[in-house]
């Protein structure tokens, strides 16, 4: 198999917003880390702090890879930046209810319950394996980043309620995508589609 630098290529990134279809896939693993990928990742920064964010996931800018970026300050220079690549969670303990919002779903927001604490595994960016226990607003942030690396948005774990009450939005956020597509503001889902099978064969 050929690896010419083209196929690798990641252009500049920004964020996309429900439904598109990098959101509702899941991700695959990350197999090889370089520089287009480091850059992406610094990119993603950016665009969480540029968007008052304090995660983002991959897909949430059309890479279809298994990693996120989190800051729980929100802003440059403040907190701890985390890169998780690869992640794994596991012994999930207790359980904890937290208005959540997402960068993919702009303006709607809700309590989601979760669990308290989580233990996640991963890989920094240079390629070093971590292991973290997990408690409070990290803990939150982690479980809804991961989420989105499983294709799910924080509206997939809302009691029947607060489903119907989201509908209506999410309903309003496919009329708005299929009319950029229609009117060519946004790619069809087929070459959208393309384009995160390229991504993946170059690093997956
Ligand atoms: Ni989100």
């Known amino acids: ?118 233990t996640v595994e991963a890989f920094t960016l240079d390629g070093d394996p971590v292991r973290m226990d997990l408690d409070g607003l990290l803990s939150r942030v982690v479980q809804h980043e991961f989420d989105h690396l499983e294709g799910r948005l924080f509206t997939d774990r809302l009691p029947e309620a607060a489903a119907l009450e989201v509908r209506r939005d999410l309903d309003t956020f496919r009329e708005v995508f299929v009319g950029k597509q229609s009117r060519g503001e946004l790619p069809a889902d087929d070459a959208l589609m393309a384009e995160l099978r390229r991504l993946e064969a170059a690093r997956c």
Do not use: W
């Open 1 to 118: 198999m050929t690896d010419s630098a083209s196929d690798a290529t990641i252009g500049p990134l920004s964020l996309v917003e429900f439904p598109h279809p990098a959101l509702l896939r899941r991700t695959r693993p990350v197999t090889r880390l370089d520089a287009a990928l480091r850059d992406a990742v610094a990119q993603m920064f950016e665009i969480m702090y540029a968007s008052q964010g304090i995660g983002l996931a991959a897909n949430q800018v059309a890479l279809p890879y298994r990693l996120f970026v989190v800051n729980c300050a929100g802003r440059r220079g403040d907190g701890e930046e985390h890169v998780f690549i690869n992640p794994m969670l596991s012994r999930p303990r207790g359980t904890a209810v937290q208005e959540e919002g997402c960068l993919s779903l702009p303006g709607v927001r809700m309590d989601v319950r979760r669990p308290q604490k989580i």
